[in-house]
Protein backbone atom coordinates (compact mmCIF):
# COMPACT_ATOMS: atom_id res chain seq x y z
CA UNK A 1 0.00 0.00 0.00
CA UNK A 2 1.20 3.80 -0.60
CA UNK A 3 0.77 6.64 1.61
CA UNK A 4 1.19 10.34 0.94
CA UNK A 5 0.32 11.78 4.61
CA UNK A 6 0.55 15.62 3.45
CA UNK A 7 -2.07 16.69 1.56
CA UNK A 8 -2.21 20.89 1.98
CA UNK A 9 -5.86 21.48 3.02
CA UNK A 10 -7.57 24.56 4.46
CA UNK A 11 -11.04 25.85 5.47
CA UNK A 12 -11.15 28.06 1.82
CA UNK A 13 -10.37 24.96 0.28
CA UNK A 14 -12.85 24.88 -2.82
CA UNK A 15 -14.25 20.84 -2.78
CA UNK A 16 -14.33 20.26 -6.15
CA UNK A 17 -11.07 20.92 -6.31
CA UNK A 18 -10.24 18.87 -3.00
CA UNK A 19 -12.39 16.12 -4.67
CA UNK A 20 -10.48 16.32 -8.34
CA UNK A 21 -7.43 16.11 -6.14
CA UNK A 22 -8.17 12.80 -4.03
CA UNK A 23 -9.47 11.27 -6.85
CA UNK A 24 -5.90 11.46 -8.79
CA UNK A 25 -4.08 10.57 -6.03
CA UNK A 26 -6.32 7.39 -5.77
CA UNK A 27 -5.35 6.73 -9.56
CA UNK A 28 -1.92 7.48 -9.39
CA UNK A 29 -2.20 4.35 -6.80
CA UNK A 30 -1.82 5.75 -3.06
CA UNK A 31 -4.41 3.77 -0.97
CA UNK A 32 -4.40 6.24 2.19
CA UNK A 33 -3.77 9.97 2.15
CA UNK A 34 -3.81 12.77 5.00
CA UNK A 35 -5.36 16.12 4.88
CA UNK A 36 -2.98 18.54 6.58
CA UNK A 37 -3.74 21.53 8.50
CA UNK A 38 -1.22 23.64 9.14
CA UNK A 39 -1.51 25.77 12.49
CA UNK A 40 0.70 29.02 13.26
CA UNK A 41 0.38 32.00 15.19
CA UNK A 42 -0.20 32.33 18.48
CA UNK A 43 -1.70 28.39 19.59
CA UNK A 44 -1.79 28.83 23.07
CA UNK A 45 -4.84 31.19 22.60
CA UNK A 46 -6.66 28.78 20.81
CA UNK A 47 -9.40 27.88 22.67
CA UNK A 48 -9.89 24.29 24.67
CA UNK A 49 -10.86 21.62 23.44
CA UNK A 50 -9.19 21.72 20.28
CA UNK A 51 -12.15 20.86 17.69
CA UNK A 52 -11.04 19.74 14.31
CA UNK A 53 -12.19 21.29 11.11
CA UNK A 54 -11.58 18.56 8.68
CA UNK A 55 -14.44 16.89 7.28
CA UNK A 56 -15.04 13.18 7.70
CA UNK A 57 -14.79 11.65 4.19
CA UNK A 58 -14.50 7.87 4.37
CA UNK A 59 -14.70 5.47 6.90
CA UNK A 60 -11.75 5.49 9.90
CA UNK A 61 -8.50 3.81 8.91
CA UNK A 62 -8.68 0.08 10.64
CA UNK A 63 -5.91 1.04 12.98
CA UNK A 64 -7.86 3.75 14.29
CA UNK A 65 -10.69 3.54 17.11
CA UNK A 66 -14.00 3.53 15.48
CA UNK A 67 -15.63 6.43 17.05
CA UNK A 68 -16.16 8.54 13.62
CA UNK A 69 -19.09 8.19 11.26
CA UNK A 70 -18.31 5.65 8.37
CA UNK A 71 -20.93 8.05 5.79
CA UNK A 72 -18.87 10.46 3.48
CA UNK A 73 -19.09 14.38 2.51
CA UNK A 74 -20.49 14.30 -1.11
CA UNK A 75 -17.71 16.83 -2.38
CA UNK A 76 -19.25 17.55 -5.68
CA UNK A 77 -22.37 19.58 -4.27
CA UNK A 78 -20.78 21.31 -1.19
CA UNK A 79 -18.29 24.44 -0.63
CA UNK A 80 -16.34 24.12 1.76
CA UNK A 81 -16.59 27.09 4.81
CA UNK A 82 -15.40 27.70 8.17
CA UNK A 83 -17.34 25.22 9.35
CA UNK A 84 -17.14 21.47 8.27
CA UNK A 85 -19.78 20.80 5.74
CA UNK A 86 -22.73 18.36 6.34
CA UNK A 87 -22.40 14.75 6.42
CA UNK A 88 -24.45 12.42 3.92
CA UNK A 89 -23.78 9.18 2.65
CA UNK A 90 -22.87 9.08 -0.85
CA UNK A 91 -21.23 5.58 -1.46
CA UNK A 92 -19.98 6.26 -4.77
CA UNK A 93 -17.62 9.31 -4.09
CA UNK A 94 -16.04 7.06 -1.18
CA UNK A 95 -15.23 4.27 -3.52
CA UNK A 96 -13.41 6.58 -5.41
CA UNK A 97 -11.07 8.26 -2.85
CA UNK A 98 -8.22 6.77 -0.89
CA UNK A 99 -8.73 5.98 3.07
CA UNK A 100 -8.53 10.14 4.21
CA UNK A 101 -7.09 10.94 7.86
CA UNK A 102 -6.81 13.78 9.64
CA UNK A 103 -3.37 16.06 9.95
CA UNK A 104 -2.23 19.04 11.78
CA UNK A 105 0.94 20.45 11.04
CA UNK A 106 1.98 22.93 14.47
CA UNK A 107 4.68 26.07 13.07
CA UNK A 108 6.25 26.05 16.34
CA UNK A 109 8.67 29.21 17.38
CA UNK A 110 8.32 28.66 20.77
CA UNK A 111 8.36 25.20 22.51
CA UNK A 112 7.30 26.53 26.05
CA UNK A 113 3.72 27.74 24.74
CA UNK A 114 3.13 24.86 23.15
CA UNK A 115 4.51 21.93 25.02
CA UNK A 116 1.77 21.65 26.98
CA UNK A 117 -0.96 21.87 24.61
CA UNK A 118 0.57 18.93 22.09
CA UNK A 119 -1.78 16.25 23.83
CA UNK A 120 -5.07 18.17 22.83
CA UNK A 121 -4.09 18.25 19.13
CA UNK A 122 -2.99 14.53 19.72
CA UNK A 123 -7.06 13.67 20.45
CA UNK A 124 -8.61 15.92 18.34
CA UNK A 125 -6.57 14.79 15.12
CA UNK A 126 -5.11 11.44 13.59
CA UNK A 127 -1.66 12.49 13.28
CA UNK A 128 0.39 15.17 14.51
CA UNK A 129 3.13 16.77 13.41
CA UNK A 130 5.40 19.56 14.07
CA UNK A 131 7.53 22.39 12.00
CA UNK A 132 10.23 24.06 14.15
CA UNK A 133 11.00 27.72 12.82
CA UNK A 134 14.64 27.84 14.68
CA UNK A 135 17.00 25.27 15.86
CA UNK A 136 15.41 25.96 19.60
CA UNK A 137 12.36 24.43 18.22
CA UNK A 138 14.33 21.48 16.45
CA UNK A 139 16.25 20.16 19.82
CA UNK A 140 12.74 20.63 21.53
CA UNK A 141 10.69 18.71 18.48
CA UNK A 142 13.46 15.72 18.52
CA UNK A 143 14.31 15.17 22.36
CA UNK A 144 11.70 17.04 25.05
CA UNK A 145 7.77 16.77 23.58
CA UNK A 146 5.56 15.74 26.10
CA UNK A 147 3.72 14.07 23.32
CA UNK A 148 6.36 12.67 20.60
CA UNK A 149 5.06 13.94 17.37
CA UNK A 150 4.65 11.46 14.67
CA UNK A 151 6.36 13.82 12.06
CA UNK A 152 8.77 16.46 11.97
CA UNK A 153 8.06 18.72 8.70
CA UNK A 154 10.71 21.28 7.99
CA UNK A 155 10.51 24.28 5.54
CA UNK A 156 13.16 22.82 3.20
CA UNK A 157 12.78 25.97 1.21
CA UNK A 158 13.68 28.27 3.50
CA UNK A 159 17.72 28.50 4.87
CA UNK A 160 17.31 27.06 7.81
CA UNK A 161 19.97 28.67 9.85
CA UNK A 162 21.60 25.89 12.24
CA UNK A 163 23.21 22.59 11.23
CA UNK A 164 21.61 19.20 11.80
CA UNK A 165 23.35 16.64 14.12
CA UNK A 166 23.38 13.41 13.54
CA UNK A 167 22.77 13.14 17.36
CA UNK A 168 19.64 14.65 17.53
CA UNK A 169 18.53 13.43 14.35
CA UNK A 170 18.34 10.08 15.50
CA UNK A 171 17.50 10.44 18.96
CA UNK A 172 13.97 11.48 17.62
CA UNK A 173 14.06 8.68 14.92
CA UNK A 174 14.53 6.51 18.42
CA UNK A 175 11.56 7.76 20.44
CA UNK A 176 9.56 6.66 17.23
CA UNK A 177 9.57 10.10 15.13
CA UNK A 178 10.13 9.91 11.68
CA UNK A 179 11.68 12.98 9.53
CA UNK A 180 9.19 14.40 6.40
CA UNK A 181 10.31 15.52 2.83
CA UNK A 182 7.74 16.95 0.65
CA UNK A 183 9.16 16.81 -2.94
CA UNK A 184 6.47 19.89 -4.03
CA UNK A 185 8.26 22.20 -2.18
CA UNK A 186 11.09 21.46 -4.98
CA UNK A 187 8.22 21.91 -7.38
CA UNK A 188 6.68 25.25 -7.20
CA UNK A 189 9.29 28.41 -6.06
CA UNK A 190 11.54 30.28 -7.66
CA UNK A 191 16.00 28.92 -8.36
CA UNK A 192 16.68 30.36 -4.73
CA UNK A 193 13.79 28.16 -3.13
CA UNK A 194 15.09 24.93 -4.80
CA UNK A 195 18.56 25.11 -4.46
CA UNK A 196 17.79 25.34 -0.29
CA UNK A 197 15.81 22.60 -0.55
CA UNK A 198 18.19 20.62 -1.51
CA UNK A 199 21.00 21.73 0.38
CA UNK A 200 18.49 21.15 2.79
CA UNK A 201 17.74 17.39 1.99
CA UNK A 202 21.54 16.39 1.77
CA UNK A 203 21.91 17.61 5.14
CA UNK A 204 18.95 15.35 6.83
CA UNK A 205 19.95 12.75 4.59
CA UNK A 206 23.67 13.14 5.89
CA UNK A 207 22.44 13.37 9.44
CA UNK A 208 19.82 10.34 9.14
CA UNK A 209 21.77 8.15 7.04
CA UNK A 210 18.71 7.45 5.43
CA UNK A 211 16.53 6.19 8.38
CA UNK A 212 13.28 7.49 9.31
CA UNK A 213 13.03 9.49 6.04
CA UNK A 214 8.94 9.93 4.81
CA UNK A 215 7.97 11.23 1.46
CA UNK A 216 5.07 12.82 1.04
CA UNK A 217 3.83 15.60 -1.53
CA UNK A 218 2.23 18.50 0.27
CA UNK A 219 0.45 18.88 -2.86
CA UNK A 220 -1.78 21.98 -3.00
CA UNK A 221 -3.81 20.48 -6.09
CA UNK A 222 -3.96 17.92 -8.14
CA UNK A 223 -0.59 19.31 -10.22
CA UNK A 224 1.44 18.87 -7.13
CA UNK A 225 1.03 14.99 -6.98
CA UNK A 226 3.59 12.67 -8.33
CA UNK A 227 3.43 8.63 -9.44
CA UNK A 228 5.46 6.09 -7.03
CA UNK A 229 7.81 5.69 -9.62
CA UNK A 230 8.57 9.28 -10.51
CA UNK A 231 9.15 10.28 -6.71
CA UNK A 232 11.47 7.23 -6.31
CA UNK A 233 13.55 8.53 -9.18
CA UNK A 234 13.47 11.71 -7.90
CA UNK A 235 14.29 11.01 -4.00
CA UNK A 236 17.48 9.06 -5.77
CA UNK A 237 18.76 12.27 -7.48
CA UNK A 238 17.98 13.58 -4.26
CA UNK A 239 20.66 10.87 -2.44
CA UNK A 240 17.51 8.54 -0.92
CA UNK A 241 18.42 5.08 -2.58
CA UNK A 242 15.48 3.60 -4.49
CA UNK A 243 14.74 0.86 -1.74
CA UNK A 244 14.80 3.95 0.86
CA UNK A 245 12.68 5.57 -1.14
CA UNK A 246 10.12 2.99 -1.52
CA UNK A 247 10.30 2.27 2.02
CA UNK A 248 9.29 5.97 2.78
CA UNK A 249 5.94 5.88 1.13
CA UNK A 250 5.27 2.02 2.05
CA UNK A 251 6.59 0.36 5.18
CA UNK A 252 7.55 3.73 6.85
CA UNK A 253 4.55 5.47 6.43
CA UNK A 254 2.54 2.38 7.13
CA UNK A 255 4.35 2.15 10.29
CA UNK A 256 3.67 6.12 11.67
CA UNK A 257 -0.30 5.37 10.79
CA UNK A 258 -0.13 2.26 12.79
CA UNK A 259 1.63 3.45 15.24
CA UNK A 260 -0.31 6.83 16.18
CA UNK A 261 -3.67 4.36 15.69
CA UNK A 262 -2.32 2.03 18.79
CA UNK A 263 -1.63 4.97 20.94
CA UNK A 264 -5.01 6.29 20.46
CA UNK A 265 -7.20 2.95 20.47
CA UNK A 266 -4.58 1.32 22.47
CA UNK A 267 -4.11 1.68 26.42
CA UNK A 268 -1.05 4.69 26.98
CA UNK A 269 0.31 3.01 23.41
CA UNK A 270 1.39 0.13 25.07
CA UNK A 271 -1.11 -2.58 25.21
CA UNK A 272 -3.85 -3.24 22.93
CA UNK A 273 -6.11 -6.28 22.06
CA UNK A 274 -6.40 -7.19 18.63
CA UNK A 275 -8.77 -9.98 18.85
CA UNK A 276 -9.81 -13.50 21.02
CA UNK A 277 -9.36 -16.76 19.29
CA UNK A 278 -12.32 -18.30 18.14
CA UNK A 279 -14.23 -20.29 20.75
CA UNK A 280 -12.48 -18.47 23.27
CA UNK A 281 -13.83 -16.14 26.05
CA UNK A 282 -14.26 -12.42 26.15
CA UNK A 283 -11.20 -10.17 27.03
CA UNK A 284 -12.92 -9.20 30.84
CA UNK A 285 -13.31 -12.96 31.37
CA UNK A 286 -9.76 -13.96 30.10
CA UNK A 287 -8.35 -11.78 32.31
CA UNK A 288 -10.54 -12.60 35.49
CA UNK A 289 -9.31 -16.06 34.71
CA UNK A 290 -5.88 -14.81 34.30
CA UNK A 291 -5.87 -13.10 37.59
CA UNK A 292 -7.57 -15.83 39.25
CA UNK A 293 -4.53 -18.23 38.29
CA UNK A 294 -1.79 -15.36 39.51
CA UNK A 295 -3.54 -15.67 43.18
CA UNK A 296 -4.09 -19.53 43.00
CA UNK A 297 -0.37 -19.89 41.92
CA UNK A 298 0.74 -17.10 44.80
CA UNK A 299 -1.42 -19.42 47.90
CA UNK A 300 0.06 -22.29 46.10
CA UNK A 301 3.54 -20.25 46.35
CA UNK A 302 3.16 -19.46 50.34
CA UNK A 303 1.90 -23.21 51.04
CA UNK A 304 4.82 -25.28 49.53
CA UNK A 305 7.37 -22.58 51.44
CA UNK A 306 5.78 -23.41 54.76
CA UNK A 307 5.61 -27.05 54.17
CA UNK A 308 9.46 -27.11 52.73
CA UNK A 309 11.33 -25.43 55.14
CA UNK A 310 13.92 -23.06 54.41
CA UNK A 311 14.34 -21.65 57.86
CA UNK A 312 11.37 -20.28 58.26
CA UNK A 313 9.09 -20.32 62.10
CA UNK A 314 6.26 -22.55 61.48
CA UNK A 315 3.38 -24.63 63.94
CA UNK A 316 2.74 -27.38 62.50
CA UNK A 317 4.91 -29.60 59.38
CA UNK A 318 3.69 -31.25 56.71
CA UNK A 319 6.44 -33.83 56.10
CA UNK A 320 9.57 -36.17 57.36
CA UNK A 321 11.33 -34.22 60.08
CA UNK A 322 10.11 -31.06 59.43
CA UNK A 323 12.27 -28.51 57.49
CA UNK A 324 16.03 -27.56 57.11
CA UNK A 325 16.85 -26.14 61.09
CA UNK A 326 13.65 -27.44 62.83
CA UNK A 327 13.23 -30.01 65.34
CA UNK A 328 10.65 -32.10 66.07
CA UNK A 329 9.07 -33.24 69.12
CA UNK A 330 7.89 -36.60 68.22
CA UNK A 331 10.57 -37.63 65.63
CA UNK A 332 8.84 -35.57 62.33
CA UNK A 333 5.51 -37.88 61.72
CA UNK A 334 3.08 -36.54 59.55
CA UNK A 335 1.32 -33.73 61.78
CA UNK A 336 3.61 -33.79 64.37
CA UNK A 337 4.17 -30.55 65.71
CA UNK A 338 7.48 -28.79 65.09
CA UNK A 339 10.27 -26.51 66.65
CA UNK A 340 12.16 -23.32 66.08
CA UNK A 341 15.74 -23.18 65.85
CA UNK A 342 15.41 -21.34 69.07
CA UNK A 343 12.92 -23.60 70.77
CA UNK A 344 15.26 -26.67 69.90
CA UNK A 345 18.41 -24.65 71.16
CA UNK A 346 16.54 -23.42 74.87
CA UNK A 347 15.53 -27.42 75.26
CA UNK A 348 19.05 -28.90 74.74
CA UNK A 349 20.16 -26.43 76.89
CA UNK A 350 17.95 -27.14 79.77
CA UNK A 351 18.55 -30.88 79.12
CA UNK A 352 22.25 -30.57 79.41
CA UNK A 353 21.84 -28.64 82.95
CA UNK A 354 19.95 -30.84 84.12
CA UNK A 355 22.08 -33.88 83.75
CA UNK A 356 24.87 -31.46 85.26
CA UNK A 357 22.66 -30.67 88.28
CA UNK A 358 22.10 -34.38 88.66
CA UNK A 359 25.77 -35.32 88.18
CA UNK A 360 26.97 -32.61 90.58
CA UNK A 361 24.24 -33.95 93.25
CA UNK A 362 25.59 -37.57 93.33
CA UNK A 363 28.68 -36.53 93.87
CA UNK A 364 27.71 -34.37 96.59
CA UNK A 365 25.54 -37.61 98.42
CA UNK A 366 29.02 -39.99 98.21
Given at each position: ?51 NPIP ?50 LVVT ?107 SEAR ?146
Amino acid sequence: MLYDLNIAWSPSVVASDLERTLKFAKNLGYDVVALNHTVSGSIPTLPSPITNPIPTLTPPHPSYPNNRTATSTNLSTTAATGAPPPTVTSPDTSANLPTVLRRVTLVVTDPATTNYRLPDFARAYDLLAVRPANEKAFSWACLATTEPPALISLDLTAFLGWHIHHRTAMAAVHRGTRFEISYSQALSGDSRARSNFIGNVLGLLRATKGRGIIVSSEARSALGLRGPADVVNLMAVWGLGPERGSEAMEAGARAVVVNEGIKRRGFRGVVDIVATAPGGTDPSAATAAARDAERNNNNNGKRLKGTAGGGQKRKYGGGGGGGDGAASVCGGGDGQQTLSKRQAKKMKNEAAEKKENTLAGGGNSK
